[in-house]
């Protein structure tokens, strides 16, 4: 499939960065034997599972009359397709409940390109390992302690920068089949932080990441929490479902807890890994997001009439 058969914008090359020997793109190679085989035994895609579920899915679209999605676009099909295992009516809720979200919070979403958000990155509390884990899911390292001076960067803001980067990776056939894993890193939260957060964000996140989104979030770690962290994940607990709930793992500082699930081979030294690589920054990522900006915008322009509301 070919880059312009997928992207929503006019791009006709895949956007890079360098920073001596780190290259950052967005990964849009031949996908790995390994991959595909992961993609036919995970989510049963084979050409012709593939071909059958996309059009039954523009046929499913095509019903769905308030809903304006770019429906000639293959490689946006199979991004919902993929993390529904190819069902063409669990994909088709997938996009209706992703763009019901998206004007439910619309206050997060409207005008929302890389370029517009620089504080987040610029903050460095958000960032993507530039490798992958073991078994080819990208890796986001949140880092909501010492790092986070609430002062200069809301909430809000880490949501929204969260969103980019989760974009980004719907744009990767290599994330859409592997998925994701996060690292949370509370170390050094403070009990005034803890202020910041409400029920109403934790059920946005919550919705987020249960309902909202065509990534396979397949873990997220928790490391380096104290004792207080109790009462932020007190927040959240409410809204979980247990899919996810499994899916939330505390470690503390207990490195070999981490290694059970991500090999240390895939990790930097802080995190008792043995991977020896600069740490890429939240700016550094930005100057890759921002040649997205094109892309973004199109994203943005699909979906709800900005006037529906959720039933």
Same mark, same amino acid.
């Given at each position: 499939?070919?880059?312009?058969s997928?992207m929503?914008?006019?791009?006709?090359?895949?956007?890079?960065?360098?920073?001596?020997?780190?290259?950052?793109?967005? =990964?849009?190679?031949? /996908?790995?034997?390994?991959?595909?085989?992961?993609?036919r035994?995970?989510?049963?895609?084979?050409?012709?599972v593939t071909?059958?579920?996309?059009?039954?899915?523009?046929?499913?679209?095509?019903?769905?009359?308030?809903?304006?999605?770019?429906?000639?676009?293959?490689g946006?099909?199979?991004?919902?397709?993929?993390?529904?295992?190819?069902?063409?009516? %669990?994909?088709?809720?997938?996009?209706?409940?992703?763009?019901?979200?998206?004007?439910? &919070? %619309?206050?997060?979403?409207?005008?929302?390109?890389?370029?517009?958000?620089?504080?987040?990155?610029?903050?460095?509390?958000?960032?993507? /390992?530039?490798?992958?884990?073991?078994l080819?899911?990208?890796?986001?390292?949140?880092?909501?302690? @010492?790092?986070w001076?609430?002062?200069?960067?809301?909430?809000?803001?880490?949501?929204?920068?969260?969103? *980019?980067?989760?974009?980004?990776?719907m744009?990767?056939?290599?994330?859409q089949?592997?998925?994701?894993?996060?690292?949370?890193?509370?170390?050094?939260? %403070?009990?005034?932080?803890?202020? $910041?957060?409400?029920?109403?964000?934790? @059920?946005?996140?919550?919705?987020f990441?249960?309902? %909202?989104?065509p990534?396979?979030?397949?873990?997220?770690?928790?490391?380096?929490?104290?004792?207080?962290?109790?009462?932020?994940?007190?927040?959240?607990?409410p809204?979980?479902?247990? @899919?996810?709930?499994?899916?939330?793992?505390? &470690?503390?500082?207990?490195? $070999?807890? *981490?290694?059970?699930?991500?090999?240390?081979?895939?990790?930097?030294?802080?995190?008792?890994?043995?991977?020896?690589?600069?740490?890429?920054?939240?700016d550094?990522? /930005?100057? /890759?997001?921002?040649k997205?900006? +094109? =892309?973004?915008?199109?994203?943005?322009?699909?979906?709800?009439? $900005?006037?529906?509301? +959720?039933?």
């Amino acid at each position: 499939m070919s880059l312009a058969s997928t992207m929503l914008s006019e791009m006709d090359e895949i956007p890079v960065v360098r920073f001596g020997e780190i290259t950052l793109e967005v =990964e849009y190679g031949e /996908l790995k034997p390994e991959v595909k085989e992961i993609a036919r035994k995970e989510l049963r895609e084979t050409p012709d599972v593939t071909r059958d579920a996309v059009n039954q899915l523009k046929d499913l679209l095509r019903e769905e009359k308030d809903l304006h999605v770019p429906l000639e676009n293959e490689g946006w099909l199979i991004r919902f397709l993929r993390p529904c295992k190819f069902y063409p009516e %669990s994909a088709r809720d997938l996009i209706k409940r992703y763009y019901s979200f998206k004007v439910k &919070h %619309s206050d997060m979403y409207d005008g929302l390109i890389p370029s517009r958000e620089q504080n987040i990155f610029n903050a460095d509390i958000l960032t993507v /390992l530039p490798n992958r884990d073991q078994l080819g899911r990208r890796i986001l390292v949140i880092e909501l302690g @010492k790092r986070w001076d609430t002062s200069k960067v809301s909430l809000d803001e880490v949501f929204k920068g969260c969103v *980019l980067f989760v974009e980004l990776a719907m744009l990767e056939p290599e994330s859409q089949i592997c998925g994701a894993v996060v690292i949370f890193d509370m170390d050094g939260l %403070s009990l005034s932080q803890t202020t $910041k957060f409400t029920p109403s964000f934790a @059920k946005r996140i919550v919705d987020f990441l249960q309902d %909202s989104i065509p990534l396979r979030v397949k873990n997220i770690h928790i490391v380096n929490q104290p004792y207080i962290f109790k009462i932020v994940f007190a927040l959240f607990k409410p809204f979980l479902r247990e @899919k996810l709930r499994g899916r939330i793992i505390f &470690h503390g500082t207990d490195r $070999k807890s *981490l290694h059970k699930y991500m090999d240390p081979s895939v990790l930097p030294a802080c995190y008792g890994g043995t991977r020896d690589m600069p740490r890429v920054t939240g700016d550094q990522w /930005l100057q /890759l997001l921002r040649k997205c900006d +094109n =892309e973004y915008a199109a994203i943005n322009s699909y979906g709800y009439n $900005k006037n529906r509301r +959720n039933e």
